[in-house]
Nanobody
Framework: QVQLVESGGGLVQPGGSLRLSCAAS????????MEWYRQSPGKERELVAN???????TYADSVKGRFTISRENAKNTIYLQMNSLKPEDTAVYYC??????????????WGQGTQVTVSS
């Protein structure tokens, strides 16, 4: 099995910063893609950013220039540095990976989510 553990969420004032982490563990042989999604009440889950195994990144237009995704391959961990936070960034943030297990299966795996609240 594969487990994802997220951390770093919390309450921050507008203009502040937070850093989310997501550590993957288990019978992982290779991670192809690591992503951050978010979901606000009443809205669909949306892609925030992703990074592939070559280090190429993509971002949602709403976070470009403010958020930075990075990965630490040796630890199977991704990070999301969030700067200049706005109230509209308030959401539950989820990490997701596409990985091959030791048994050869390729699947998508989700973390449990971490709440980010931007409010004064």
């Amino acid at each position: 099995q594969v487990q994802l553990v997220e951390s770093g969420g919390g309450l921050v004032q507008p203009g502040g910063s937070l850093r989310l982490s997501c550590a993957a563990s288990g019978r992982i042989s290779y991670i192809y893609l690591m992503e951050w999604y978010r979901q606000s009440p009443g809205k669909e889950r949306e892609l925030v950013a992703n990074i592939n195994n070559a280090g190429s990144t993509t971002y949602a237009d709403s976070v470009k220039g403010r958020f930075t995704i990075s990965r630490e391959n040796a630890k199977n961990t991704i990070y999301l540095q969030m700067n200049s936070l706005k109230p509209e960034d308030t959401a539950v943030y989820y990490c997701k990976i596409r990985a091959a297990t030791v048994g050869g299966q390729i699947n998508d795996y989700w973390g449990q989510g971490t709440q980010v609240t931007v409010s004064s």
